[in-house]
C-alpha cells in the first residue's frame, strides 16, 4: 500500500540542539517534498519545499534533505528554541499533477528549555 | 488578505441531521481542498476543485458533497452526518495545480457527531 511514515510520534530535544524528523514514503516517485509546521488548534502552516533533483536546501535554522533512493526525506532544526515546539508535517503529490496531495501524521517536537 | 476562512470553528451535530463547512479564500487561488484529520492518520483528502465548476473525489469522499460555482468558495456538506464523521476538517488553496505549489489552510472546523 502507499503511505508515508513520520518516525516517531513525539519528539523531546533539549534548547539549543538539533531535532531531526524523518519522513519515509512508500510507492510513491513525487518529484517535490514538502513540510509544514501545525501548531496546536491551528491549520498547518507551509515552511519548506525539495525537489527530487535537490539533495539540500536552507532556510534559516531549517534544513530539508531529500533521498529518493532510500525514500526518505530528514527535516532538521538547529539550534532549536521552545518556540520550535509543534506538529510537523511532511506532504507529497501522490501522482505528481498537482490534484492528490498525501501528508504524513506528523512528529510533535517539544523543546524543552 | 485574510487567507483561507474557514466557519464554523465548532460544532455539535446529532446523528443523522446535515450541515455545510464554509470555506473562502481571497487569494484568487484556482485549486481548492479539504481534507480530515483524525489522530494518528495525518490529513486526509476528502474532496479537491481545480477551479470553478469542477470538483473531484480524494481520498475519503464517501459522506462529503462539494459544489464550486465561485473561485473564491468551496463548501463541504455533510448530508447525514454519522459519528464516524467527528474529526478537525480543513480546508486549503493553492495558486494553480502543480506539486510545487504550498498550501495554504484555514484554521479549521472541529466537528462533533453526537
Known amino acids: 500500500s502507499q503511505k508515508i511514515e513520520q518516525n516517531s510520534e513525539a519528539l523531546n530535544i533539549q534548547e539549543g540542539k538539533t531535532a531531526t524528523l524523518t519522513c519515509n514514503y512508500t510507492?510513491?516517485?513525487?518529484?517535490?517534498l514538502q513540510w509544514y509546521r501545525q501548531d496546536p488548534g491551528r491549520g498547518p502552516v507551509f515552511l519548506l519545499l525539495i525537489r527530487e533533483n535537490e539533495k539540500e536546501k536552507r532556510k534559516e535554522r531549517l534544513k530539508v534533505t531529500f533521498d529518493t533512493t532510500l525514500k526518505q526525506s530528514l527535516f532538521h532544526i538547529t539550534a532549536s528554541q521552545p518556540a520550535d515546539s509543534a506538529t510537523y508535517l511532511c506532504a507529497l503529490d501522490e501522482d505528481n499533477y498537482g490534484q492528490n496531495f498525501v501528508f504524513g501524521p506528523g512528529t510533535r517536537l517539544s523543546v524543552l528549555p | 488578505n485574510a487567507g483561507v476562512t474557514q466557519t464554523p470553528k465548532f460544532q455539535v451535530l446529532k446523528t443523522g441531521q446535515s450541515m455545510t463547512l464554509q470555506c473562502a479564500q481571497d487569494m484568487n487561488h484556482e485549486y481548492m481542498s479539504w481534507y480530515r484529520q483524525d489522530p494518528g492518520m495525518g490529513l486526509r483528502l476528502i474532496h479537491y476543485s481545480v477551479g470553478a465548476g469542477i470538483t473531484d473525489q480524494g481520498e475519503v469522499p464517501n459522506g462529503y458533497n462539494v459544489s464550486r460555482s465561485t473561485t473564491e468558495d468551496f463548501p463541504l456538506r455533510l448530508l447525514s452526518a454519522a459519528p464516524s464523521q467527528t474529526s478537525v476538517y480543513f480546508c486549503a488553496s493553492t495558486p494553480g495545480q502543480a506539486s510545487n505549489q504550498p498550501q495554504h489552510f484555514g484554521d479549521g472546523t472541529r466537528l462533533s457527531i453526537l
Open positions: 510507492n510513491y516517485s513525487p518529484a517535490y
